[in-house]
Nanobody, 118 residues
Framework: QVQLVESGGGLVQPGGSLRLSCAAS????????MGWYRQVPGKQRELVAI???????NYADSVKGRCAISRDNAKNTVYLEMNSLKPGDTAVYYC????????????WGQGIQVTVSS
């Protein structure tokens, strides 16, 4: 069993910045892709950013130029630096990891609230 624990969310004013962190723990034999998704009530969960083990990245068009995803493979941790935040970035953010523990499967965090409001 793999646990993903997010931290760093909260309330921030428009134009502000936040850094989300997500640490994976448990029975981990390997991690491939790691990333962040977000969801608002009534809408589907959407990709924010994803990073491969080799640190290739992909971003949603809505956050390109404002967000940076990174990872520390030694710590099984992924980060999301978010700048120039807008009210439209308000959502629950979920950490994702493609993990290996005998078989490959998708792991998700519990989610962390990010609210952008004045």
């Amino acid at each position: 069993q793999v646990q993903l624990v997010e931290s760093g969310g909260g309330l921030v004013q428009p134009g502000g910045s936040l850094r989300l962190s997500c640490a994976a723990s448990g029975r981990i034999l390997g991690i491939a892709d790691m990333g962040w998704y977000r969801q608002v009530p009534g809408k589907q969960r959407e990709l924010v950013a994803i990073i491969t083990r080799g640190e290739n990245t992909n971003y949603a068009d809505s956050v390109k130029g404002r967000c940076a995803i990174s990872r520390d493979n030694a710590k099984n941790t992924v980060y999301l630096e978010m700048n120039s935040l807008k009210p439209g970035d308000t959502a629950v953010y979920y950490c994702y990891a493609q993990t290996y523990a005998g078989v490959w499967y998708d792991s998700w965090g519990q989610g962390i609230q990010v609210t952008v409001s004045s």
